[in-house]
């Protein structure tokens, strides 16, 4: 037989062997879904003046990082002027109120280019959600939550992703600050209990590790179903969260995944790189693959953007959810 023929014949024997081979197969962006790039952020309060020098460096943070979806926690007034009109502009659209007037709040950010946006909000914290500066007693701070509805304009994949920021501590004790947490945490999961079971990406300074003596503490056990919350009718729930940096396929080292920039600051008397995160990216299992959970230190030419190391995940997730 000739060799131009022979040639021919294997060309067209192995490709069929690779198309077979593949077949069945999902791939991501495909049938089995989308790639979805999300970062964590607590980029530090600041006024004008404190907040200039560190533009330059979260622009490039978030260029080098290429996310789809962000969620930042105490962005001032200042900090929000500067990431409207220099940081995130163009293919970015922000939403999100402030926590009190003239205060800070809890924006997210989404490439428009890429989701539309269904829904949004911001709800506070308190026995009262709608009503705007609201909080529980005994709060250092009012808190808020801001939440976003977004359907994928290439798989009509439908999710939504709320972003919040728990109080830091109680103005009496630690207990208080934990008893304050928890109810915080109880409004902003009947918020998500409302959704319909829709995909939920939860991100946030929750100010509290997940464990303590090998014990995982309520707030983490509520969020992550290890404990139910009660509803508003007196029914109980439990949720299906998931913590990304303990199942992403690829994920940080068990000594270095603190969340704040003085852990790993060998001069700081709180040096400590394995401390326990306060910062989190959780999941609704079975909706998203975790593929990647990072974390960044938020310096860039000798500047420090935030006192707060950027958490950087990426997902997958499923096709199929789309709005009906």
Known sequence: MN???LTALLILSLAAGMAAGLSGCSLPGESGGEKLKIM????KVGNEESVAPRVAGLKRLIKEHDPDVIGFQEVSSAWRDQIDSKILTGKWTGVGEYRNYGEEGTPIYFRSDKYELLDSGTFWLSPTPDVYGSAFPDVNCVRIATWVKLQSKKTGSVFVHVNTHLDHNGKNDNDTAKAIRIS???VLLRFVNSLGGLPVLLTGDMNQTMS????NYKLYKMITGEAEIELEDGTKAAMRFA?????AEKTVDEDKIASMTRYFDENDTKYDPAHQPIDYVFYTEGDFTPLLYTTFMPVVDGVEVSDHLGLYCEFIIAAGQAEN
């Open 3 to 5: 060799r131009k023929i």
């Open 40 to 43: 964590q952020f607590n980029i």
């Open 184 to 186: 915080q945490a109880e």
């Open 212 to 215: 303590t003596g090998g014990k």
């Open 243 to 247: 913590n990304t940096r303990l199942n």
